[in-house]
Protein backbone atom coordinates (compact mmCIF):
# COMPACT_ATOMS: atom_id res chain seq x y z
CA UNK A 1 0.00 0.00 0.00
CA UNK A 2 1.42 3.43 -0.92
CA UNK A 3 1.42 5.90 2.23
CA UNK A 4 0.17 9.09 1.60
CA UNK A 5 1.90 11.95 0.93
CA UNK A 6 -0.12 14.72 2.96
CA UNK A 7 2.58 17.47 1.95
CA UNK A 8 2.42 16.88 -1.07
CA UNK A 9 -1.34 16.80 -1.04
CA UNK A 10 -1.18 20.28 0.86
CA UNK A 11 -2.45 23.42 -0.34
CA UNK A 12 -0.07 24.73 -3.49
CA UNK A 13 2.87 26.61 -1.95
CA UNK A 14 2.36 24.95 1.31
CA UNK A 15 5.54 22.28 0.69
CA UNK A 16 7.92 24.69 -0.30
CA UNK A 17 7.10 26.68 2.65
CA UNK A 18 10.09 27.39 4.98
CA UNK A 19 8.58 27.41 9.06
CA UNK A 20 9.19 30.07 11.01
CA UNK A 21 12.43 29.53 13.04
CA UNK A 22 11.72 31.16 16.46
CA UNK A 23 14.70 32.17 18.92
CA UNK A 24 15.56 29.26 21.30
CA UNK A 25 14.07 29.42 24.35
CA UNK A 26 16.32 29.71 27.59
CA UNK A 27 15.04 26.86 28.95
CA UNK A 28 15.89 24.65 25.92
CA UNK A 29 19.33 26.16 26.20
CA UNK A 30 20.23 25.11 29.87
CA UNK A 31 18.39 21.63 29.53
CA UNK A 32 20.57 20.69 26.65
CA UNK A 33 23.92 22.19 28.07
CA UNK A 34 22.83 21.85 31.45
CA UNK A 35 23.96 25.53 32.21
CA UNK A 36 22.69 27.98 34.36
CA UNK A 37 22.39 32.31 33.89
CA UNK A 38 21.60 31.94 30.07
CA UNK A 39 20.24 34.48 28.26
CA UNK A 40 18.17 35.49 25.20
CA UNK A 41 18.63 37.97 22.89
CA UNK A 42 16.90 36.47 20.09
CA UNK A 43 13.52 37.91 19.71
CA UNK A 44 13.56 41.15 20.35
CA UNK A 45 11.74 40.94 23.53
CA UNK A 46 11.87 43.93 26.26
CA UNK A 47 14.34 43.17 28.99
CA UNK A 48 12.53 45.20 31.25
CA UNK A 49 9.36 43.46 30.91
CA UNK A 50 5.61 44.60 30.62
CA UNK A 51 4.93 47.68 33.05
CA UNK A 52 4.00 46.51 35.88
CA UNK A 53 0.34 47.70 35.92
CA UNK A 54 -0.40 45.34 33.57
CA UNK A 55 1.17 41.91 35.50
CA UNK A 56 -1.17 43.68 38.02
CA UNK A 57 -4.54 44.17 36.38
CA UNK A 58 -3.89 40.41 35.02
CA UNK A 59 -3.88 39.13 38.72
CA UNK A 60 -7.17 40.86 39.29
CA UNK A 61 -8.51 39.45 35.69
CA UNK A 62 -7.69 35.87 36.52
CA UNK A 63 -10.76 35.16 38.39
CA UNK A 64 -13.14 36.04 34.53
CA UNK A 65 -11.26 33.08 32.79
CA UNK A 66 -14.18 31.04 32.71
CA UNK A 67 -15.55 33.12 30.61
CA UNK A 68 -15.26 33.90 26.80
CA UNK A 69 -13.58 37.01 26.00
CA UNK A 70 -14.98 40.47 24.93
CA UNK A 71 -14.73 38.68 21.38
CA UNK A 72 -15.22 42.24 20.25
CA UNK A 73 -12.18 43.76 22.31
CA UNK A 74 -14.38 46.89 22.88
CA UNK A 75 -12.63 48.55 25.93
CA UNK A 76 -9.13 48.31 24.29
CA UNK A 77 -10.54 49.40 20.91
CA UNK A 78 -11.56 52.53 22.92
CA UNK A 79 -8.29 52.73 24.74
CA UNK A 80 -6.33 52.52 21.32
CA UNK A 81 -8.78 54.74 19.75
CA UNK A 82 -8.10 57.70 22.09
CA UNK A 83 -4.26 57.26 22.16
CA UNK A 84 -4.10 56.99 18.21
CA UNK A 85 -7.07 59.26 17.43
CA UNK A 86 -8.90 57.02 15.22
CA UNK A 87 -12.87 55.99 15.28
CA UNK A 88 -13.17 52.26 16.88
CA UNK A 89 -14.19 50.89 13.56
CA UNK A 90 -10.78 51.78 11.72
CA UNK A 91 -9.70 48.87 14.51
CA UNK A 92 -8.96 45.14 13.91
CA UNK A 93 -7.64 43.43 17.00
CA UNK A 94 -5.16 40.31 16.16
CA UNK A 95 -3.40 37.28 18.22
CA UNK A 96 0.32 39.44 17.90
CA UNK A 97 -0.08 41.47 14.51
CA UNK A 98 1.69 38.52 12.98
CA UNK A 99 -2.26 37.06 13.13
CA UNK A 100 -2.93 40.43 11.15
CA UNK A 101 -0.82 39.77 8.23
CA UNK A 102 -2.28 35.88 7.84
CA UNK A 103 -5.69 37.41 7.97
CA UNK A 104 -4.68 39.87 5.08
CA UNK A 105 -3.79 37.16 3.32
CA UNK A 106 -6.89 35.12 3.46
CA UNK A 107 -8.60 37.73 2.27
CA UNK A 108 -6.53 39.17 -0.06
CA UNK A 109 -4.14 36.25 -2.01
CA UNK A 110 -4.95 33.20 -3.70
CA UNK A 111 -3.22 31.11 -6.46
CA UNK A 112 -3.54 33.53 -8.79
CA UNK A 113 -2.79 37.02 -6.65
CA UNK A 114 0.73 38.37 -6.73
CA UNK A 115 1.95 39.41 -3.45
CA UNK A 116 5.34 42.12 -2.99
CA UNK A 117 8.03 42.31 -0.07
CA UNK A 118 11.35 43.08 0.07
CA UNK A 119 14.28 40.59 -0.15
CA UNK A 120 15.46 40.49 3.58
CA UNK A 121 12.05 41.44 5.11
CA UNK A 122 10.38 40.10 7.82
CA UNK A 123 10.04 35.77 7.78
CA UNK A 124 6.29 35.52 7.93
CA UNK A 125 5.36 37.71 4.95
CA UNK A 126 6.11 34.63 2.72
CA UNK A 127 4.80 32.16 5.27
CA UNK A 128 1.13 34.09 4.87
CA UNK A 129 1.34 34.36 1.58
CA UNK A 130 2.64 30.82 0.43
CA UNK A 131 0.31 29.22 2.27
CA UNK A 132 -2.71 30.47 0.76
CA UNK A 133 -0.72 29.51 -2.47
CA UNK A 134 0.02 33.82 -3.81
CA UNK A 135 2.96 34.05 -5.72
CA UNK A 136 5.44 35.98 -3.90
CA UNK A 137 7.11 38.85 -6.14
CA UNK A 138 10.17 39.73 -3.92
CA UNK A 139 11.73 42.89 -4.99
CA UNK A 140 15.57 43.58 -4.70
CA UNK A 141 16.62 44.94 -1.65
CA UNK A 142 19.67 47.83 -1.44
CA UNK A 143 23.27 46.85 -1.53
CA UNK A 144 24.97 46.34 1.71
CA UNK A 145 27.08 49.07 0.49
CA UNK A 146 23.55 51.59 0.73
CA UNK A 147 23.23 53.68 2.90
CA UNK A 148 20.22 51.66 4.41
CA UNK A 149 21.61 48.07 3.61
CA UNK A 150 19.92 45.47 2.61
CA UNK A 151 16.93 47.79 3.39
CA UNK A 152 13.42 48.02 0.98
CA UNK A 153 14.31 49.42 -2.26
CA UNK A 154 10.25 51.10 -3.02
CA UNK A 155 11.12 51.63 -6.77
CA UNK A 156 12.20 48.19 -7.08
CA UNK A 157 9.24 46.75 -5.53
CA UNK A 158 6.96 49.07 -7.17
CA UNK A 159 8.59 47.98 -10.33
CA UNK A 160 6.87 44.14 -9.89
CA UNK A 161 3.25 45.96 -9.65
CA UNK A 162 0.96 44.11 -12.30
CA UNK A 163 -2.42 44.03 -12.88
CA UNK A 164 -2.80 40.80 -10.24
CA UNK A 165 -0.66 42.60 -7.54
CA UNK A 166 -3.22 42.45 -4.53
CA UNK A 167 -1.09 43.15 -1.52
CA UNK A 168 2.31 44.92 -0.64
CA UNK A 169 3.90 44.10 2.64
CA UNK A 170 6.39 47.39 4.18
CA UNK A 171 8.10 46.40 7.09
CA UNK A 172 9.16 49.98 8.70
CA UNK A 173 11.51 49.95 10.34
CA UNK A 174 12.44 46.16 8.82
CA UNK A 175 13.28 43.21 10.64
CA UNK A 176 15.96 41.87 10.66
CA UNK A 177 17.80 44.97 9.29
CA UNK A 178 16.63 47.49 11.89
CA UNK A 179 16.78 50.04 8.35
CA UNK A 180 13.90 52.39 7.85
CA UNK A 181 11.89 54.48 5.04
CA UNK A 182 11.28 58.57 5.68
CA UNK A 183 7.67 59.70 5.40
CA UNK A 184 8.68 61.81 2.28
CA UNK A 185 9.72 57.93 0.24
CA UNK A 186 7.15 56.13 1.84
CA UNK A 187 4.40 58.54 1.19
CA UNK A 188 5.44 58.83 -2.96
CA UNK A 189 5.47 55.34 -2.73
CA UNK A 190 2.15 54.97 -1.65
CA UNK A 191 1.10 57.76 -4.31
CA UNK A 192 2.39 55.55 -7.44
CA UNK A 193 0.57 52.34 -6.13
CA UNK A 194 -2.64 51.38 -8.06
CA UNK A 195 -5.36 52.61 -4.82
CA UNK A 196 -7.04 48.42 -5.48
CA UNK A 197 -3.95 47.23 -3.58
CA UNK A 198 -3.83 46.49 -0.20
CA UNK A 199 -0.48 47.92 1.08
CA UNK A 200 0.16 47.02 4.85
CA UNK A 201 2.73 48.84 6.56
CA UNK A 202 4.04 46.92 9.55
CA UNK A 203 4.62 49.04 12.67
CA UNK A 204 6.48 46.50 15.18
CA UNK A 205 8.91 48.72 16.32
CA UNK A 206 7.03 52.39 16.11
CA UNK A 207 7.65 53.12 19.76
CA UNK A 208 11.04 52.75 19.38
CA UNK A 209 12.49 54.61 16.54
CA UNK A 210 13.62 57.95 17.27
CA UNK A 211 14.10 59.96 13.86
CA UNK A 212 12.31 63.30 12.98
CA UNK A 213 11.41 62.02 9.62
CA UNK A 214 10.63 58.88 10.83
CA UNK A 215 6.42 58.31 9.58
CA UNK A 216 3.69 57.56 12.12
CA UNK A 217 1.94 56.00 8.98
CA UNK A 218 -1.75 56.27 10.58
CA UNK A 219 -1.31 59.54 9.49
CA UNK A 220 -1.80 58.33 5.98
CA UNK A 221 -5.00 57.12 6.06
CA UNK A 222 -6.90 60.39 6.31
CA UNK A 223 -5.24 60.81 2.73
CA UNK A 224 -5.36 56.67 1.21
CA UNK A 225 -8.18 54.19 1.73
CA UNK A 226 -5.93 50.91 0.78
CA UNK A 227 -3.44 51.29 3.99
CA UNK A 228 -3.13 48.97 7.07
CA UNK A 229 -0.49 50.07 9.65
CA UNK A 230 0.00 47.08 11.85
CA UNK A 231 1.72 47.24 15.51
CA UNK A 232 1.88 45.14 18.34
CA UNK A 233 2.48 45.04 22.31
CA UNK A 234 5.13 42.08 21.67
CA UNK A 235 7.87 44.65 21.27
CA UNK A 236 7.89 47.81 23.11
CA UNK A 237 5.00 46.79 26.08
CA UNK A 238 6.88 44.06 26.55
CA UNK A 239 3.65 41.31 25.99
CA UNK A 240 5.13 39.12 24.02
CA UNK A 241 3.78 36.03 25.89
CA UNK A 242 0.47 36.90 25.53
CA UNK A 243 -0.07 37.58 21.56
CA UNK A 244 -1.76 41.14 21.19
CA UNK A 245 -1.53 43.09 18.36
CA UNK A 246 -3.74 45.49 16.29
CA UNK A 247 -3.93 46.88 12.52
CA UNK A 248 -5.12 50.90 11.77
CA UNK A 249 -6.80 50.96 8.40
CA UNK A 250 -10.05 52.64 6.87
CA UNK A 251 -13.04 51.46 8.06
CA UNK A 252 -13.92 49.58 4.76
CA UNK A 253 -10.42 47.76 5.32
CA UNK A 254 -11.32 46.68 9.01
CA UNK A 255 -14.65 45.40 8.07
CA UNK A 256 -13.28 42.33 6.01
CA UNK A 257 -10.50 41.89 8.83
CA UNK A 258 -13.18 41.81 11.03
CA UNK A 259 -15.60 39.68 8.93
CA UNK A 260 -12.72 36.61 8.86
CA UNK A 261 -11.02 36.56 12.43
CA UNK A 262 -12.14 33.68 14.58
CA UNK A 263 -14.96 35.48 17.04
CA UNK A 264 -12.49 35.11 19.90
CA UNK A 265 -8.94 35.84 18.52
CA UNK A 266 -7.60 37.82 21.40
CA UNK A 267 -8.00 36.32 24.95
CA UNK A 268 -9.54 38.27 27.97
CA UNK A 269 -6.02 38.59 29.63
CA UNK A 270 -4.19 40.23 27.17
CA UNK A 271 -7.27 42.83 26.22
CA UNK A 272 -6.58 43.78 29.98
CA UNK A 273 -3.38 43.49 30.18
CA UNK A 274 -2.79 45.86 26.87
CA UNK A 275 -5.25 48.50 28.52
CA UNK A 276 -2.69 48.77 31.19
CA UNK A 277 0.46 48.89 29.34
CA UNK A 278 -1.08 51.67 27.02
CA UNK A 279 -1.49 53.72 30.01
CA UNK A 280 1.24 53.64 31.12
CA UNK A 281 3.31 55.72 29.16
CA UNK A 282 6.13 56.07 31.30
CA UNK A 283 7.52 52.18 31.64
CA UNK A 284 7.43 53.07 27.18
CA UNK A 285 9.61 56.01 27.37
CA UNK A 286 11.80 54.63 29.54
CA UNK A 287 11.72 50.87 27.91
CA UNK A 288 12.77 53.35 25.20
CA UNK A 289 15.63 55.57 26.67
CA UNK A 290 17.48 51.88 27.83
CA UNK A 291 16.86 50.61 24.03
CA UNK A 292 18.95 53.85 23.32
CA UNK A 293 21.53 53.24 25.33
CA UNK A 294 21.99 49.77 24.11
CA UNK A 295 22.15 50.66 20.63
CA UNK A 296 24.64 53.12 21.24
CA UNK A 297 26.54 50.68 23.06
CA UNK A 298 26.45 48.18 20.51
CA UNK A 299 27.54 50.40 18.07
CA UNK A 300 30.32 51.78 19.82
CA UNK A 301 31.15 48.10 20.73
CA UNK A 302 30.95 46.79 17.25
CA UNK A 303 33.20 49.71 15.91
CA UNK A 304 36.20 49.23 18.39
CA UNK A 305 36.26 45.01 17.46
CA UNK A 306 35.90 45.82 13.67
CA UNK A 307 32.84 44.11 13.22
CA UNK A 308 30.57 45.76 10.47
CA UNK A 309 27.22 46.26 11.45
CA UNK A 310 23.36 47.62 9.74
CA UNK A 311 22.76 51.22 12.04
CA UNK A 312 19.51 50.39 13.20
CA UNK A 313 16.19 52.43 14.95
CA UNK A 314 14.84 49.26 16.48
CA UNK A 315 15.75 46.72 19.59
CA UNK A 316 18.01 44.73 18.22
CA UNK A 317 20.93 45.11 15.60
CA UNK A 318 22.09 42.70 13.23
CA UNK A 319 26.37 42.40 12.42
CA UNK A 320 28.44 41.03 10.04
CA UNK A 321 31.06 37.97 11.19
CA UNK A 322 32.54 37.48 8.25
CA UNK A 323 32.06 33.67 8.86
CA UNK A 324 29.07 31.43 9.29
CA UNK A 325 26.60 33.26 11.52
CA UNK A 326 25.58 29.57 12.80
CA UNK A 327 29.29 28.77 13.58
CA UNK A 328 29.34 32.41 16.11
CA UNK A 329 25.88 31.76 17.51
CA UNK A 330 26.55 28.07 18.19
CA UNK A 331 30.04 28.94 20.37
CA UNK A 332 27.50 31.91 21.94
CA UNK A 333 25.53 29.37 23.29
CA UNK A 334 28.13 27.26 24.50
CA UNK A 335 28.85 31.12 26.70
CA UNK A 336 25.08 31.22 27.83
CA UNK A 337 24.22 33.85 25.26
CA UNK A 338 21.52 33.31 22.87
CA UNK A 339 21.12 35.13 19.49
CA UNK A 340 19.78 34.68 16.12
CA UNK A 341 21.42 33.43 13.14
CA UNK A 342 19.96 34.77 10.07
CA UNK A 343 20.71 32.45 7.08
CA UNK A 344 16.61 32.33 6.61
CA UNK A 345 16.68 35.86 5.71
CA UNK A 346 19.78 35.37 2.91
CA UNK A 347 22.26 36.74 5.45
CA UNK A 348 24.61 33.61 6.36
CA UNK A 349 27.09 35.31 7.85
CA UNK A 350 25.24 37.79 10.11
CA UNK A 351 23.16 37.89 13.43
CA UNK A 352 20.77 39.55 14.76
CA UNK A 353 21.50 40.23 18.49
CA UNK A 354 18.31 42.13 20.49
CA UNK A 355 19.11 44.67 22.73
CA UNK A 356 19.25 43.68 26.32
CA UNK A 357 19.70 46.04 29.41
CA UNK A 358 23.45 47.52 30.05
CA UNK A 359 24.45 44.28 31.68
CA UNK A 360 23.37 41.94 29.13
CA UNK A 361 24.68 43.62 25.58
CA UNK A 362 27.60 43.89 28.32
CA UNK A 363 27.79 40.28 28.62
CA UNK A 364 27.37 39.53 24.79
CA UNK A 365 30.32 41.70 23.32
CA UNK A 366 32.90 39.86 26.42
CA UNK A 367 31.39 36.83 24.51
CA UNK A 368 31.46 37.55 21.49
CA UNK A 369 35.33 38.56 22.59
CA UNK A 370 35.85 34.77 23.92
CA UNK A 371 34.37 33.19 20.94
CA UNK A 372 35.81 35.33 18.65
CA UNK A 373 39.17 35.17 19.88
CA UNK A 374 39.41 31.42 20.78
CA UNK A 375 41.33 29.89 17.41
C1 LIG B 1 8.07 40.96 16.02
C2 LIG B 1 7.47 41.41 14.75
C3 LIG B 1 6.09 41.43 14.58
C4 LIG B 1 5.17 41.18 15.73
O1 LIG B 1 4.77 39.94 15.92
P1 LIG B 1 3.60 39.65 16.99
O2 LIG B 1 2.79 38.63 16.28
O3 LIG B 1 2.85 40.92 17.20
O4 LIG B 1 4.28 39.16 18.20
C5 LIG B 1 5.56 41.90 13.40
N1 LIG B 1 6.36 42.33 12.42
C6 LIG B 1 7.68 42.35 12.54
C7 LIG B 1 8.51 42.91 11.45
C8 LIG B 1 8.28 41.87 13.70
O5 LIG B 1 9.60 41.85 13.81
Redesign the pocket.
Known sequence: MSQTDFLQQANKGIAELQPYQPGKPVDELERELGIKNSIKLAS?ENPLGPSPKAINVIKTSLNGLAFYPDGNGFRLKQALSAKLDVSEDMITLGN????ILELVAHAWLNPQAEVIFSKHA?A?YPIVSQAVGANIRMADAYPVEHASPFGHNLDAMLGLVTDSTQVIFV?NP??PTGTWLQKAELEAFINKVPENIVIVI?E??FEYVNEDEYPNSIAFLGKYKNIIV?R?F??IYGL?GL?I?YAVSSPDLAEVLNRIRQPFNTNSLAQEAAIAALGDTEHVEYSKQVNLFGLQQYETGFARRNINFIPSVANFITADFGIPGTTVYEKLLRKGVIVRPIANYAMPDWLRITVGNEAQNNRVLTALDQVLNAD
Not at 96 to 99: A, K, P, R, Y
Request: no cysteine.
Open positions: NGSNEFVANNDAYTTSKARG
